[in-house]
């Protein structure tokens, strides 16, 4: 079970920090993302990072913003946003998977198995 957290109203501007606490598995996840979802608009992947692989993976209209992280030893991921934009107002959704997710699909939501339930960041002009 993936529990997302942090999301609110922000200005244009500021920064905001999500998280995702992963329960219930005894196996760690190879591959963790973070989605968005827009009014109107279809899913997007915008961050995502795969165990061993070389770095973490960004959506053009976010990178430079937007940081992914994780710690293991407590389970959680992370989506730091600097720089906010109101574009960027959306639904955003943790997701994992126990396999290795292809580099080229790392952003791809069908990927993953796991999803969270989703938390609500506004940003106000």
């Known amino acids: 079970q993936l529990q997302a957290s942090g999301g609110g109203l922000v200005q244009a501007g500021g920064s905001l920090r999500l998280s995702c606490a992963a329960s219930?598995?005894?196996?760690?996840?190879?591959?963790v993302a973070w989605f968005r979802q827009a009014p109107g608009k279809e899913r997007e992947g915008i961050a995502c990072?795969?165990?061993?692989?070389?770095?973490?993976t960004y959506a053009d209209s976010v990178k430079g913003r937007f940081t992914i992280s994780r710690d293991r030893a407590k389970n959680t991921m992370f989506l730091q946003m600097n720089s906010l934009k109101p574009e960027d107002t959306a639904v955003y959704y943790c997701?994992?998977?126990?396999?290795?997710?292809?580099?080229?699909?790392?952003?791809?939501?069908?990927?993953?198995?796991?999803w969270g339930q989703g938390t609500l960041v506004t940003v106000s002009s």
């Open positions: 990072i795969r165990s061993y692989s070389n770095g973490p």
């Open positions: 997701a994992a998977h126990f396999n290795r997710v292809l580099s080229y699909m790392c952003l791809d939501p069908s990927s993953y198995g796991h």
């Open positions: 219930g598995f005894t196996s760690d996840y190879h591959s």
